[in-house]
């Protein structure tokens, strides 16, 4: 299975492995500054699971799993693979 792409679902801006989010001490987070993505909006500070990202560059919110686009070819096979792992109603 190949990576997903990662980019705002908004404006296609493509983080950096050196973009940093930071855990927010307002929403009651811990105040780590990391890459949201190296662990799926998870913050390695306290644990808390951010479920919505702002995006760097045009300042939008969406939700963090709306980020990942996965390849149409892989998205289709795995609608496939599903479709016959289904039990049959006869």
């Not at 997903?4 to 950096?16: G, S």
């Not at 780590?32 to 662990?39: D, G, L, P």
Request: aromatic content about 14%; some cysteine; overall charge negative.
């Amino acid at each position: 299975m190949s990576e997903p792409d990662i980019y705002c679902p908004h404006c296609t801006w493509r983080p950096l492995g050196t973009s940093r989010w930071l855990c927010t001490q307002q929403m009651g987070g811990c105040g780590t500054c990391w890459n949201t993505f190296w662990t799926g909006g998870v913050c390695p500070g306290c644990g808390y699971r951010w479920e919505i990202t702002a995006c760097l560059a045009c300042k939008r919110f969406s939700l963090h799993k709306d980020w990942y686009h996965w390849p149409e070819s892989e998205t289709h096979q795995d609608e496939c693979t599903r479709e016959t792992e289904q039990p049959s109603s006869g």
